[in-house]
């Protein structure tokens, strides 16, 4: 209902705002008139009257404040009573049965004495082959990889270095008892109780052989990845070869996409070059193969009398087949002699070149290091970027933890003294492999026959299938001769004979 004139013009007097004011009188009249004949939806009020609502708003909000909380009201529903509520336990797995653990050492112990009997006293391939796939299926996929004798590196490199760090027996028994074999019988671990090297043997379908001077030089890391694995796990760090361990993920069905791509192409370039991973980056490959050079017994080519046929190094895809040296000449052998001299005496300078050049990468291996690593977050804490997560991450935890970043800072300083001294001897380590590498190429032993390098043959017995020698003795063929190309003397101390019907799987 529109109001009274008088009613409607008490409501637009100047004392209204600056902006009435400022209108002529007429105009003002207008705006007023136009104002009021919105009905009442919007009335307009003095500031005073806005100023007194807006006080008593403020009071009545405060009340229950300054009353200690006394008024606010009785409550409408009661809190629950958990007086009498028990909170569930987090339930925890029982660990696993000792039984498992010694059903595991009594599997290790019997395969390494099976794979001794096959390839040193049955020479059976097939025998090997079958022992692989049971190796495979038990100790790779059934107990996954873990703990395998190549990982144990690490346990027992942190347990050396560090007096509160226990090994489990197991794990000592599967770092040791291959050693053990190795030192009596050479390589039988690899040749078919490894999960790692049966996987690759039984995708070796067709092996090629590398240059050998390619195969010599590859040979060194597994040596520098021996060292690099020994640093870290003494201090604590990280255990690198259970991190980037090709092929756990197979067996454990599930891990990093990068470590399932890592494996799926080693297996493919494991068709054509036999065995990637345990010729040149198992550190414990390394570790056996220098036991296996002190072996008594090794596997043995001929199973009589090598013919110099050479069919067992054609055959061989590791390049582990040593053919026998040359004669050299007087003039020849004083030179060899020489040669041999100059890389003994540089042994020491190739082990202190070492040794400065990793005592100044220091800085960079211990980047891997986690208190190293949250030093240099908290120093850029600001510079840090967005899309690091993992930062960002280790940054907020450590906030909320309220410890001081100075006690962070000290411990990193610390533990990069421990890494450069760290560094220096696995710079050390590395020159003197080298320095032995470059002596052993030196070295001549002399040989009537061909024989398997005991450092570098793995004890597979795939070379047992071409040698006419052992072709004879499974009664394959009745003489050498049959074999051999048209022309091609025969030893005379040669017996070309079945010594036994042997196996003819």
């Known amino acids: 209902m529109p109001l009274p004139d008088s009613q409607r013009w008490s ?43 807006a006080a008593m708003v403020l009071t009545l909000a405060a009340l229950p404040l300054l009353c200690g909380g006394s008024a606010s009201g009785e409550e409408r529903f009661p809190p629950p009573d958990f007086t009498y509520h028990k909170m569930p336990e987090t339930p925890v797995p029982p660990p696993p049965s000792p039984l498992w653990e010694y059903a595991d050492t009594a599997a290790l112990l019997a395969a390494l004495a099976l794979a001794t009997y096959l390839a040193l006293g049955r020479r059976s391939r097939n025998g090997l082959l079958i022992l692989a796939a049971v190796s495979l299926l038990w100790f790779g996929f059934r107990r996954e990889g873990c703990v395998c004798s190549i990982g144990a590196i690490q346990d027992v490199a942190e347990a050396v270095f560090n007096a509160h760090r226990a090994v489990p027996g197991t794990v000592i028994v599967f770092f040791t008892l291959p050693i053990v074999f190795a030192l009596f019988f050479g390589r039988v671990f690899c040749a078919a109780v490894c999960p790692l090297g049966a996987i690759q043997e039984l995708a070796a379908i067709r092996p090629q052989r590398i240059p050998l001077w390619l195969e010599h030089t590859l040979g060194i890391v597994p040596w520098v990845y021996l060292g690099v694995a020994v640093l870290y796990a003494a201090g604590g760090t990280a255990y690198v070869i259970c991190e980037y361990d090709p092929f756990v993920a197979f067996f454990r069905r599930s891990g990093a996409a990068s470590m399932l791509i890592f494996g799926a192409c080693l297996l493919v370039i494991g068709i054509f070059i036999g065995r990637p991973y345990c010729r040149f980056l198992c550190p414990y490959g390394a570790i056996l193969g220098l036991a296996s050079k002190l072996a008594r017994w090794h596997v043995r080519i001929p199973p009589t009398n090598c013919i110099r046929c050479r069919l067992c190094e054609e055959a061989c895809p590791y390049g582990a087949i040593v053919s026998p040296p040359a004669p050299l000449a007087p003039a020849e052998r004083r030179k060899a002699r020489r040669r041999l001299a100059l890389f003994l005496a540089a042994v020491p300078v190739w082990i202190a070149l070492g040794a400065v050049v990793g005592r100044m990468t220091h800085a960079t291996l211990a980047r891997m290091d986690y208190q190293v690593r949250l030093a240099g977050w908290l120093a850029a804490e600001k510079d840090i970027d967005p899309n690091d997560k993992l930062a960002l991450d280790a940054v907020r935890a450590f906030r909320n ?70 072709q004879v003795r499974r009664g394959w063929i009745q003489s050498v001769e049959a074999v051999l190309p048209q022309g091609t003397p025969v030893p005379l101390n040669t017996v070309a004979r079945r010594d036994s019907p042997g196996e003819k799987t």
Do not use: M, N
């Open 401 to 470: 933890t309220g410890q001081s970043p100075a006690e962070v800072f000290s411990a990193a300083a610390a533990r990069l003294e421990t890494f450069r001294t760290g560094a220096t001897l696995l710079g050390a380590w590395i020159g003197l492999v080298v320095g032995l590498k470059l002596t052993q190429l030196c070295t001549r032993t002399p040989r009537d026959d061909y024989h398997p390098d005991p450092r570098r043959c793995v004890a597979c017995g795939r070379c047992f299938w071409y040698c006419p020698e052992e």
């Open 11 to 53: 409501r637009c007097r100047p004392t209204e705002g600056e902006a009435i004011r400022g209108l002529p009188s007429g105009a003002a009249e207008r705006h007023c008139h136009e104002a009021a004949g919105d009905s009442l939806r919007s009335p307009v009020r003095p500031p005073r009257a806005r100023l007194r609502t």
